[in-house]
């Protein structure tokens, strides 16, 4: 089972120059792990590393594939969390990216447009079939996974479902997928008279 999450990581983080033996070997057994549990340790972590801690951990935190518990300000932001090799650090994941490791384990896949549709299922959204369609446009209308909430309007205006586009972002920001980044982008928010979101990198890649 190890072995296909595995062989899913290596096939979407190809390109990743940092993505060594070690590293792989590493974000395999500690995603299998979490897999199973909606929290790990910074304990836990050392004792299923191979390599470079620190690589390791710049590794998951520029992901998004973990998230720390701990935060700078007390809101949801993923920019405020503070991602340090702390021993009493405890790290959570997020449940599109618990729901992802789940389908690698059983297929040897990455395959965001399955898990989405069974996620949003779940959850008792009724356009589920749509999202897949919505949120990889999402990403490619993103800029480095920053999008404006105007945006977002928008492209739910092109699907017939602007209507429901708060209950959406909700959704959205409920699975992992994106998160409210409103005080580090706050002269841009109020530039464009819209809140900044960012998504989550390992989800789908923005097209070239």
Not at 12 to 37: A, D
Request: aromatic share 12%.
């Amino acid at each position: 089972m190890i072995t296909n999450l595995k062989k899913a990581l290596e096939a979407y983080f190809f390109k990743e120059s940092r993505l060594n033996k070690e590293l792989i070997n590493s974000l395999s057994k500690i995603l299998y792990h979490c897999s199973k549990k909606k929290k790990i340790t910074f304990e836990e972590i050392k004792v299923l590393n191979e390599g470079d801690i620190t690589d390791l951990i710049f590794f998951i935190n520029e992901k998004k594939l973990l998230i720390p518990r701990k935060t700078f300000s007390g809101t949801m932001e993923w920019d405020d969390t503070f991602f340090l090799n702390n021993s009493n650090e405890i790290y959570e994941i997020p449940n599109i990216i618990k729901q992802m490791i789940r389908e690698a384990i059983n297929s040897g896949l990455w395959n965001p447009e399955k898990v989405i549709i069974k996620l949003f299922k779940k959850i008792g959204e009724k356009d589920y079939e749509k999202m897949p369609t919505l949120i990889k446009t999402l990403y490619q209308y993103s800029k480095n996974y920053q999008i404006y909430g105007s945006q977002i309007k928008s492209k739910c205006d092109d699907m017939l479902l602007g209507d429901k586009v708060n209950s959406i972002i909700s959704e959205l920001k409920g699975t992992g997928i994106m998160s409210p980044k409103l005080s580090s982008s706050f002269f841009h928010s109020i530039q464009q008279k819209s809140p900044i979101y960012e998504l989550n990198p390992s989800i789908f890649k923005k097209e070239k």
